[in-house]
């Protein structure tokens, strides 16, 4: 895990330093890693549009072989096979993405080791010269660091280690007060440190965004609320509905309503009543979005803005998949397939 997240601080600073801008980096990198997952990601959406197009064909073999569950799978298994399926395409591009995602948290959390090259047996001079900067300019703090000042480094990751946990945070004041790096701890040191600027559209993205603030508007405490906390609060919403929007785009269109005057068959009403699927994409409607604001809420803003790229992304393939890439079904041969499965229920139902 340690070699993909120093390969992906090397690709984040290798765009900040081209763009000069940490935002559009982060911008950048989505891209970069979107289109490095594109062929993995190709076919699990090739796969899940086609599962999509086939559906009422899979409704009716469903009905037909309601009360033969062996038999159920094995004709599902033809169709897919047939249509080019997997239905276990979709695994394989999660288990790659969670890996990034959670790599690429270590390496926004801690961008001087991972983006500015510190290595972690010298960090410690990155430690000595803050704390001797803090003491004497405690007002110029962020409120996250006032209570952790001075802060402690060891090379575990154990609970001493504050210096590990805000290091973004100490990251950004080395660009705000480069005289930090005037301390005789890295001055008598042969290295030469890049300060990384995270500001992005008046947003600090190296700060996570103040939930505990969002909620007390809700109760009537505002009093404390500045402009930068405020605009901060961009992100989790953005995200939490760029999720409610992918999830929408991306979900199974809903089944037609029957027509007025026609009259449902008892296994018809039944599979009206009770969609699984149906039921499962609604209830992911609603909770993936507000687990994506929480999220956001609690990562710095660097990650949330990694998660809004990464699902407007996520929509344009989805779009590009189902309008261009699924043309070899037509709908005249699934309606063929659809009206022989119809028959063939009929004259079984007859035979009993």
């Not at 068959?265 to 009206?272: H, L, M, N, T």
């Not at 687990?291 to 710095?300: E, G, V």
């Given at each position: 895990?340690?070699?993909?997240?120093?390969a992906?601080?090397?690709?984040?600073?290798?765009f900040?330093?081209?763009?000069g801008?940490?935002?559009?980096a982060?911008i950048?990198?989505t891209?970069?890693?979107?289109l490095?997952?594109?062929?993995?990601?190709?076919?699990?959406?090739?796969?899940?549009?086609?599962?999509?197009?086939?559906?009422?064909?899979?409704?009716?073999?469903?009905?037909?072989?309601?009360?033969?569950?062996?038999?159920?799978?094995?004709?599902?298994?033809?169709?897919?096979?047939?249509?080019?399926?997997?239905?276990?395409?979709?695994?394989?591009?999660?288990?790659?993405?969670?890996?990034?995602?959670?790599?690429?948290?270590?390496?926004?959390?801690?961008?001087?080791?991972?983006?500015?090259?510190?290595?972690?047996?010298?960090?410690?001079?990155?430690?000595?010269?803050?704390?001797?900067?803090?003491?004497?300019?405690?007002?110029?703090?962020?409120?996250?660091?006032?209570?952790?000042?001075?802060?402690?480094?060891?090379?575990?990751?154990?609970?001493?280690?504050?210096?590990?946990?805000?290091?973004?945070?100490?990251s950004?004041?080395?660009?705000?007060?480069p005289?930090?790096?005037?301390?005789?701890?890295?001055?008598?040191?042969?290295?030469?440190?890049?300060?990384?600027?995270?500001?992005?559209?008046?947003?600090?993205?190296?700060?996570?965004?103040?939930?505990?603030?969002?909620?007390?508007?809700?109760?009537?405490?505002?009093?404390n609320?500045?402009?930068?906390v405020?605009?901060?609060?961009?992100?989790?919403?953005l995200?939490?509905?760029?999720?409610?929007?992918?999830?929408?785009?991306?979900?199974?269109?809903?089944?037609d309503?029957?027509?007025k005057g026609?009259?449902l068959?008892?296994?018809?009403?039944?599979?009206?009543k009770?969609?699984?699927?149906a039921?499962?994409?609604?209830?992911?409607?609603?909770?993936?979005?507000l687990?994506?604001?929480?999220?956001?809420?609690?990562?710095?803003a660097?990650?949330?803005?990694?998660?809004?790229?990464?699902?407007?992304?996520?929509?344009?393939?989805?779009?590009?998949?189902?309008?261009?890439?699924?043309?070899?079904?037509?709908?005249?041969?699934?309606?063929?397939?659809?009206?022989?499965?119809?028959?063939?229920?009929?004259?079984?139902k007859?035979?009993?």
């Open positions: 895990m340690n070699y993909i997240m120093l992906l601080g090397f690709v984040l600073d290798l900040y330093r081209i763009l801008n940490y935002g559009f982060i950048l990198f891209i970069f890693i979107k490095l997952l594109f062929p993995l990601d190709l076919k699990q959406r090739k796969s899940m549009a086609k599962t999509q197009k086939i559906q009422p064909l899979l409704m009716e073999v469903q009905k037909k072989y309601a009360n033969d569950k062996d038999k159920l799978n094995q004709e599902t298994l033809k169709l897919y096979q047939k249509y080019g399926i997997s239905p276990t395409s979709g695994c394989l591009p999660m288990l790659i993405q969670l890996p990034i995602i959670f790599a690429l948290y270590w390496v926004v959390r801690k961008p001087i080791f991972y983006m500015m090259g510190v290595d972690k047996a010298e960090i410690w001079r990155i430690a000595e010269a803050f704390n001797a900067w803090a003491a004497v300019n405690a007002d110029a703090l962020p409120e996250a660091l006032r209570n952790v000042v001075p802060v402690t480094y060891q090379q575990g990751m154990g609970n001493a280690n504050t210096f590990g946990s805000y290091e973004i945070q100490i950004q004041l080395l660009f705000k007060h005289e930090i790096l005037n301390h005789p701890a890295i001055t008598s040191w042969d290295n030469v440190l890049k300060p990384i600027d995270f500001s992005f559209f008046g947003m600090d993205l190296s700060e996570v965004p103040n939930l505990n603030a969002f909620l007390g508007i809700f109760i009537g405490r505002i009093s609320i500045t402009s930068s405020a605009l901060l609060w961009i992100i989790p919403v995200a939490g509905f760029s999720s409610w929007l992918t999830t929408k785009v991306t979900s199974p269109a809903k089944q309503k029957p027509k026609v009259v068959s008892e296994d018809e009403k039944a599979q009206s009770s969609n699984p699927t039921d499962t994409m609604r209830s992911m409607t609603m909770i993936m979005p687990f994506s604001a929480w999220f956001a809420f609690t990562l710095p660097a990650v949330g803005l990694y998660w809004i790229v990464s699902n407007a992304i996520q929509m344009l393939n989805h779009f590009l998949v189902t309008k261009y890439m699924t043309d070899d079904i037509s709908p005249e041969e699934l309606e063929g397939e659809i009206n022989n499965v119809k028959k063939s229920r009929k004259n079984r007859k035979r009993k």
